[in-house]
């Protein structure tokens, strides 16, 4: 009978051990399409680069993505104002600490700003955000007070500090270097030339390391990187024993997951077969064939939540206007080609073919979702005749029967033919592509394709170095600051305008709008500088973006955005 009930118990005990579940791990791996340019705190551009940011590091203020309003972040409020628009006094929450357990003051909100608008710091294409920043002042008693002083009014000095993250004196500045010297010291070229201590703390905050190594990317949001294979993932874990679970009714101090692991796969194919094997948990990335094919298994779907959604994004194909007449020939210098472009666009059939007819047209840089959206401007539409008739105008002809279009140009036969730059990270850009080269070809234009890989692509457009660029910009809730896309001076120091459009009239323009105070008024003037910019052609508009977002069900607390990134990773939480 012992024997006998010895059994029974060792057989009851392995029923019950079977039944149990497998503890899940409490790691969410996410799908990217290509990896961040780099991490280091202040230079650098790609979208993936500023979502981590959104863990690893804290703002002074950030964006409250339900309602698309400022909400204070390491700031306890929103800063008191000046009258005249130019002071704005902030005071820091008492428990931000760094991983050293130091306390975030305003010295580290100074050295910000100097390590940004520093001339040597390699951070060109965002330089120009911190322009408006005259000085940094702290308080004599509180060192968690300080003072942002602006050189004139602006729509975005609140706003532009939810983009950058604030990064610690102590860690990035041993020596003290930069607080030796003024803004305008550190601003002024002639100054700086041969001052070998600013130029040693440059070199060392470049340095290579700050790039990639995770051991020297430090921040202090709730999630640190640990592990970067170039090629094949990132990985963050949660900080321990983090400050941000005193706020955590905030999103930005949540930390739900323990590791969010970005998984790159470029490839379509295969990215389907991981989200159907459950190796992926979440995609906002998948193509929209694969998404569609998806949404009709039933399998997938029972465990899969599956959401279109809006964004602020738009595509659009960029052409150089301001070409340096010999690697890229003096084509789309001339308004009339670049109208004749826009016309020879196949927008319906890419529609359909690539997008499913799940994306709408845009018909400028600005989002039909907001206040400021020029409703009067008509989209172009594809028409072959009228475009050819442009050409004609414009002097383009087939005079040696070769089937592609020409014409003297500074005395030299010049061939309608030119190269169109593209990202081979997704799928859709190659398709797009292809769609605007075999449309072109029936005006007797010759279109090749250049697939560049993500860093190459980048260059390329900053160097001015393309006849014309497939690209993507991603849009916000926040006021639009045009001088970063379309500014001359965003031309002349290989920032973000890329085609080379403007004026000294845009530029005054933009100048008024960035410095209106006034909604009524600026919106006015904002829908002024979308009809020039219409009028002058520098882009062939596409689409505004959908975003297919694809999350398993096992993660819980789901809120979808328009605003990038659309879901905020470390807000799901794993269910029991």
């Known amino acids: 009978m012992k024997i006998l009930a010895c059994l029974v118990s060792l057989i009851l005990s392995l029923v019950f051990l079977g039944s149990c579940k497998k503890p899940q791990q409490n790691s969410l791996v996410a799908h990217i399409v290509s990896e961040p340019d780099d991490m280091h705190p202040t230079n650098g551009a790609s979208a993936i680069r500023a979502e981590i940011q959104l863990y690893t590091h804290m703002s002074l203020l950030r964006l409250n993505y339900k309602d698309g309003i400022l909400i204070p972040c390491l700031a306890k409020s929103l800063p008191q104002v000046s009258a005249n628009g130019l002071q704005y006094t902030y005071e820091l929450k008492e428990e931000a600490r760094w991983d050293d357990n130091s306390f975030i003051t305003g010295n580290d909100i100074a050295f910000t700003a100097k390590a940004s608008k520093c001339l040597l710091t390699n951070n060109t294409a965002v330089k120009s955000y911190w322009d408006n920043i005259s000085e940094v002042t702290i308080d004599a008693v509180n060192p968690k007070k300080f003072t942002v002083i ?124 991981e989200l159907k094997n459950k190796l992926i948990d979440i995609s906002t990335q998948v193509d929209f064939s694969s998404y569609f094919e998806l949404s009709k298994d039933a399998n997938f779907t029972k465990d899969y939540t599956m959401r279109l959604t809006n964004t602020y994004n738009y595509i659009y194909v960029c052409m150089n206007m301001k070409p340096d007449g010999q690697k890229h020939k003096k084509i789309f210098n001339d308004i009339t080609v670049r109208r004749a472009m826009a016309m020879l666009t196949p927008y319906n059939q890419i529609n359909k073919t690539i997008y499913e007819n799940n994306v709408k047209r845009m018909v400028g840089p600005v989002s039909p979702n907001k206040v400021d959206f020029n409703a009067s401007l008509k989209l172009i539409e594809y028409d072959l005749e009228k475009a050819k008739h442009l050409l004609t105008q414009a002097g383009w002809a087939d005079t040696d029967n070769d089937n592609v279009l020409d014409k003297m140009i500074d005395g030299e036969k010049v061939k309608l033919e030119f190269d169109i730059n593209f990202m081979n990270t997704q799928k859709q850009w ?64 290989n920032a973000l305008n890329f085609s080379g459009f403007g004026n000294t009239k845009t530029d005054a323009l933009i100048d008024s709008i960035n410095s209106s105070v006034n909604e009524q008024k600026r919106i006015a003037l904002s829908k002024q500088f979308q009809k020039l910019v219409y009028d002058e052609q520098p882009y062939i508009f596409m689409f505004s973006q959908t975003r297919r977002v694809v999350v398993n069900k096992k993660w819980e607390n789901l809120e979808v955005y328009a605003e990038y990134p659309g879901v905020l990773l470390n807000t799901l939480k794993l269910k029991d």
């Open 430 to 493: 190659e398709d797009l592509a292809k769609q605007i080269a075999e449309s072109m070809q029936k005006a007797n234009i010759f279109v090749k394709l250049n697939p560049l890989d993500y860093s190459s692509f980048v260059s390329a457009c900053f160097r001015h170095d393309f006849d014309m660029s497939i690209g993507a910009w991603q849009g916000s809730a926040q006021p639009e600051d045009y001088s970063q896309l379309w500014s001359t001076t965003a031309w002349a120091n």
């Open 150 to 273: 602006m050189k004139r009014p602006y729509i975005l000095n609140t706003w532009f500090w939810t983009d950058f993250p604030i990064i610690q004196e102590a860690y990035y500045d041993t020596q003290k270097t930069l607080l030796k010297y003024t803004y305008t010291q550190l601003t002024d070229a002639v100054y700086i030339k041969g001052k070998k201590d600013i130029e040693n703390w440059a070199t060392e905050f470049n340095s290579p390391k700050y790039y990639t190594n995770p051991r020297f990317i430090s921040g202090a949001g709730p999630y640190k990187i640990t592990k970067w294979d170039k090629g094949v993932s990132l990985t963050l874990e949660k900080k321990k024993n983090h400050w941000t679970k005193s706020c955590n009714e905030n999103w930005y101090c949540q930390a739900y997951p323990d590791k969010i692991i970005f998984k790159l796969n470029s490839n379509n194919a295969s990215t389907l077969l």
